[in-house]
């Protein structure tokens, strides 16, 4: 692949349908296609030579559909900002997002209003797990009744699944910053188990999926930290200071994996 245009070495072996092509390889030249024309015609231009079977059940087929959609009433053209807003997050997420933000607003009223919890705060327990929730839900096969043409789109890997990431941290975040500031935690103790639950949620969906791998730590932390921190009535290691550097290494780890594996989006499995 050079700078800016595919090799025809390339472009030939994708037109053949060649298997010996490297998944990045596939997955590069997929998306420089859709918005480089010139090489979009010299693709058309091979698989006329290359693969004259193949080109003559397109002709067919477009000859068959042209009849049918001269006739069809164009769709409506949407805004810019609708546009663009789908590259990044999916109309699911929207109930799931406003929950998460219901949660910590709730979260936070309730550390305000000194419900007995004992120097334990609900929005520091809760903020290494609402995040995780938006994105399980922004990549889940269940909730999404367009993950099959989510998963077979040119950039349906590792980079859709950080846009709708980094989408739901812009949503969340803000809202722990003032839950945390209101109540007197500082942002490194929320933000470094925020992060690092998210990136482990990424890193364990590349091999489980991503809504498993939510649901599984989501469960985790319940039972491991959230019940025994409101039955001792006061902040653990997990969630104190002194645990920092733990956090900051699981995030490290989550990203190292979610780097390693990022071939593991692009496929069905990682929408369980």
């Known amino acids: 692949m050079s700078v800016e245009h595919a090799s025809i070495r390339i472009i030939d072996a994708y037109a053949r349908g060649e298997t010996d092509l490297a998944a990045d390889e596939v997955w590069a030249l997929e998306a420089h296609l859709e918005t480089c024309r010139v090489c979009r015609d010299r693709l058309s231009a091979s698989v006329t030579a290359q693969a004259p079977a193949v080109a003559t059940l397109i002709g067919t087929v477009w000859s068959d559909l042209e009849p049918q959609l001269a006739g069809t009433a164009r769709a409506p053209r949407r805004r810019r900002w609708s546009a663009r807003l789908s590259r990044w997050m999916t109309p699911v997420m929207v109930p799931w997002l406003t929950m998460v933000v219901g949660v910590t607003l709730l979260a936070l009223l309730l550390d305000l209003a000194d419900t007995g919890s004992g120097e334990v705060s609900l929005v520091l327990l809760l903020s290494p797990v609402l995040p995780v ?47 945390g500031w209101a109540t007197g935690v500082t942002a490194a103790q929320w933000l470094l188990p925020c992060l690092a639950f998210t990136s482990t949620t990424l890193a364990l969906g590349g091999v489980v999926g991503v809504t498993r791998a939510a649901a599984w730590l989501v469960a985790g932390w319940a039972a491991v930290v959230v ?40 496929v069905l499995r990682a929408h369980r």
Request: charged letters at 10%; a positive charge.
């Open 133 to 179: 929730l938006g994105v399980a839900a922004s990549w889940s096969r269940g909730l999404d009744p367009a993950y099959e043409l989510t998963a077979s789109a040119p950039r349906a890997g590792l980079y859709l699944v950080l846009r709708r990431t980094a989408s739901v941290l812009a949503v969340v975040v803000p809202a722990l910053l003032l839950g």
């Open 227 to 266: 019940a025994p921190t409101l039955a001792a009535g006061r902040t653990t290691f997990a969630l104190a200071t002194d645990g920092l550097p733990v956090w900051g290494l699981v995030l490290a780890l989550g990203i190292g994996v979610v780097i390693a594996r990022r071939g593991a989006y692009s």
